[in-house]
């Protein structure tokens, strides 16, 4: 059984997902691919330790404080694949910028392969289904293409410039199919 809250923030309302012991999704409202990953009626329900603790976390986030990944329960629902992306993003320090191409080479060497698609990893970064504690809004294109954020460009950039980052070298693209 999948149980599920709101929580208002400063990019808009989003939705936290759990399984009643850990965190399964944090989605933006309207975000692409929202809720994917549930395959079942999610059931309304404020009073759940994980989500609290989720909602105590978001707080100090958007209070710009840097609060660990490691402090909450984090069961994200996908294959083999995407969990060694997701895996990947939880390592990209807070204020910090990782590209497509440098997770494929991560992917790679731990899949034991020579080579792995940015494209293919752009798709398990869209489809993360825990956005802002999974730091998906992190990865930028090599060229600081400000592209692939499930959750809306305009929201990516809000995060990055909480996180301080320095948005001089990044764009957001006029054309493409992430925007």
Not at 111 to 123: D, H, L
Request: net charge neutral; hydrophobic share 40%; charged share 20%.
């Amino acid at each position: 059984m999948y149980y599920k809250t709101t929580y208002t923030s400063p990019v808009g309302l989003i939705t936290l997902a759990c399984d009643g012991d850990n965190l399964v999704g944090v989605w933006n409202e309207g975000q692409k691919y929202h809720g994917a990953n549930i395959s079942e009626e999610m059931t309304v329900k404020d009073d759940i330790p994980v989500l609290e603790v989720t909602k105590k976390w978001l707080d100090r986030y958007f209070a710009g404080k840097n609060p660990a990944i490691s402090e909450l329960s984090l069961a994200p629902i996908g294959g083999e694949f995407r969990q060694i992306v997701w895996d990947i993003l939880c390592q990209i320090p807070y204020g910090g910028l990782i590209t497509y191409g440098d997770i494929a080479k991560m992917v790679a060497a731990k899949m034991n392969k020579t080579t792995m698609s940015s494209q293919a990893v752009g798709g398990a970064v869209g489809h993360n289904p825990i956005s802002i504690i999974i730091p998906c809004h992190r990865v930028v294109g090599t060229n600081g293409s400000l592209t692939g954020y499930a959750g809306g460009i305009s929201t990516k950039v809000k995060l990055l410039e909480l996180e301080g980052v320095d948005m001089s070298r990044l764009f957001v693209p006029t054309r493409g199919t992430a925007l």
